[in-house]
């Protein structure tokens, strides 16, 4: 059994607990590994530190897990990583990093072994791994994106490459004797190819049998199978946010080569809640529960409507709404790079609207539920065109991935044919001036982590994503607009012919 990327999503864990109970009730052998990023992402986390999610960790019997970046959020604040620490250490469980170094923070002293251990200890770090199975030993060593030092905090913890610890840890199993193999791996299943992913990782690295992975946030409702050379490599990942726990059967030859696999996702929210988890999660949600109905330090001079009605629509018009969210993203964008010059954010990941009067963090969590996180792109002219296009499509219908913007306008004639409806679109310049795009000028812009992968339709963001050019932030959605709304303390945007139509005018 297998998951990744749940990041202190827990209202769904008492769900969760009866799913791993149902796994373990027909096959009592199966193991239980994370891939990271258990930290950020909800209150559960601002208020607990990650200790909550490790309650039900220990409550279903993890056996292994690996560091995502998000691990690593805390590192600059006054504690450091003393939530990490605390968190491995009260783990029932080992954990397994082949390429991170942790030498260098004190904090880290005493929980890490640069070797591997046929005997680990629950709360400790070990470079991997070796459990017996049906009489049969399996190595697990673990491995961390490189990118973790751009888009979190690790402070003086080193990322070393991922392709040579790899390598040296399948010689360091096999010199045992071992000859099958797991990666538990957070480096994203198609990520950027420049710095790490799980099919480089499984194309340069002989010898690795399965690759359970996780930081893409990738569905794969079937395993993926890399074989070039009669020797598969069985790729799977669970999706995020606790919303599916991943199965996954191998069957092994005599030489440790999958002759046969079998996996699936089960989809938690189909399950009962498990009662002993419903208990122990209440006090917790009753916390949270008060914390979200608690002032952000913002007001709302008038409500901030989230309209789907025939005349007015988040995804079909520019709205208030729409234009306060990529206000702040574009905001937040520029402290990372100044050079971003627009963000867009799709309508169909707005929910809902902000009441008149003082702003509640819950309000906040409700208009951007699906803990998306800000990442930047580079586009050329064309391409950006392009997307705009694809914004656009569907009008005069409603489009989930119609795109608000900040820091550009746009103009379009809905009454042009589909793919030639963009007729202008300019970005704004430090003295309220406007300058068109060109077509072969390369831009940075900001959005957020699922349209930069090409969700909802956008082929030329998934084509710009699959070369490299986009880089997660990794900073949550809600957290950067409560931050934004914070910082006007009264909050008045308007609809500024941002996305003009020329055909209504």
Known sequence: MHS????????????????????????????????????????????????????FMNLMGYDIMTFGNHEF??????????????????AKFPFVSSNIDFSRDAKFTGLFSDLISSNPKNGKIYNGIVKEIDGEKVGFFGLTTAETRDISSPGSIFFENYIEEAKKAVRAFEGMGVNKIVAISHIGHDDNPAIDNDLILASKVEGIDVIVGGHSHTQLDKPLVVDSDGTPTIIVQAYQYNEYLGTLDVEFDKRGVVVRHDGKLIKIAD???????????????????????????????????????????????????????????????????????????????????????????????????????????????????????????????ENGGFLHVSGAKVEYDSSRSVGRRVVSIKYKNAGNTYTELLDNTTYTIATNAFTAKGGDG?????????????????LSDWENFRDYLVSLRTVDTKVEGRLVDIARR
């Open 271 to 397: 399950k009962v809640e498990d009662w002993e988890a419903t208990k122990l999660l209440q006090p917790y949600k009753s916390k949270i529960d008060q914390i979200a109905a608690q002032e952000i330090g913002a007001v709302a001079v008038k409500a901030f409507e989230n309209p789907r009605t025939e005349g007015e629509s988040v995804r079909r018009n520019e709205t208030p709404l729409g234009n306060l969210i990529t206000d702040g993203m574009l905001q937040k964008a520029k402290t990372y790079n100044s050079n971003v010059i627009m963000a867009f954010q799709n309508g169909g990941g707005i929910r809902a609207g902000i009441n008149q009067g003082p702003i509640t963090i819950g309000e906040v969590m409700t208009v951007l539920p699906f803990g998306n996180t800000l990442a930047t792109m580079n586009l050329t002219g064309a391409e950006i065109k392009q997307t705009f296009e694809i914004s656009l499509k569907d009008l005069p219908l």
């Open 73 to 90: 959020d805390l590192g600059s604040s006054v504690e450091g990583h003393q939530a990490l620490v605390n968190f491995i250490k009260g």
């Open 458 to 474: 956008y082929t030329v963001l998934a084509k710009a994503y699959g070369e490299g050019r986009v880089k997660d932030l990794g």
């Open 4 to 55: 990744n990327d749940t990041h202190a999503n827990l209202n769904q864990i008492a769900k969760k607990v009866t799913a791993v109970k149902e796994v373990r009730a027909s096959k009592p052998k199966s193991l239980l590994v994370d891939a990271g990023d258990v930290f950020s992402g909800t209150l559960y986390f601002n208020e607990f530190k990650g200790s909550t999610d490790l309650k």
